[in-house]
T-cell receptor, first 119, second 111 residues
Framework: GAGVSQSPSNKVTEKGKDVELRCDPI?????LYWYRQSLGQGLEFLIY????????KSGLPSDRFSAERTGGSVSTLTIQRTQQEDSAVYLC?????????????????FGAGSRLTVL | TQLLEQSPQFLSIQEGENLTVYCNSS?????LQWYRQEPGEGPVLLVT?????EVKKLKRLTFQFGDARKDSSLHITAAQPGDTGLYLC???????????FGKGTKLTVNP
């Protein structure tokens, strides 16, 4: 697609319920990232995929959080037994495989995010 | 402790004023990026700086990477309401693939 697509854009759920957030990266981008942004905060890294594998999942806050990626494309972030502190905007980004630009830095394209509110 | 410290946290100015925001660290980086995030959107890359002392200009925005590659500044000349947003700096740690962000400077430019 033309950009990174995330769904749903807004999700309101009750404490204790499970939620799934979806990310559709730019076609051909093999790297995919999930970040969380709480009110007034910067972006908190959650997990990174290269293809279907996740070399770095160090940012997942607890075992209630999991993510998978299938076919080297779509990724799903699942939060089980949601808590109020899980309320945040969940952002997905993708990047071409090992293309770091001339600078050697990752070049990420972000989606608009999924806003999760846990009541 | 935060890897990247951004200041000020909030800045509200009138259209036409100049401003500078900062991104500081005690660590040395091979490169540093600046992003702008508007409400309801994801961050968008503005620039990547690589060389110590490097200055890059993007229209009214001037980015500088410190000589020691530990800090960076963003200067906006004659700010406009369209410059309103959250300005984030970000770095890649060592050989890691993940991008680490500062908490950002929230800029409001009033007409």
């Amino acid at each position: 697609g033309a950009g990174v697509s995330q769904s749903p854009s807004n999700k309101v759920t009750e404490k204790g319920k499970d939620v799934e957030l979806r990310c559709d990266p730019i076609s051909g981008h093999t790297a995919l990232y999930w970040y969380r942004q709480s009110l007034g905060q910067g972006l908190e890294f959650l997990i990174y995929f290269q293809g279907n594998s996740a070399p770095d999942k160090s940012g997942l806050p607890s075992d209630r959080f999991s993510a998978e990626r299938t076919g080297g494309s779509v990724s799903t972030l699942t939060i089980q037994r949601t808590q109020q502190e899980d309320s945040a905007v969940y952002l997905c980004a993708s990047s071409p495989f090992r293309w770091r630009g001339r600078s050697g830095a990752n070049v990420l394209t972000f989606g608009a995010g999924s806003r999760l509110t846990v009541l | 402790t935060q890897l990247l410290e951004q200041s000020p946290q909030f800045l509200s100015i009138q259209e036409g004023e100049n401003l500078t925001v900062y991104c500081n660290s005690s660590s040395v980086f091979s490169s540093l990026q600046w992003y702008r995030q508007e409400p309801g959107e994801g961050p968008v890359l503005l620039v990547t700086v690589v060389t110590g002392g490097e200055v890059k200009k993007l229209k009214r925005l001037t980015f500088q990477f410190g000589d020691a590659r530990k800090d960076s500044s963003l200067h906006i000349t004659a700010a406009q309401p369209g410059d309103t947003g959250l300005y984030l700096c970000a770095v890649t740690q060592g050989g890691s693939e993940k991008l680490v962000f500062g908490k950002g400077t929230k800029l409001t430019v009033n007409p």
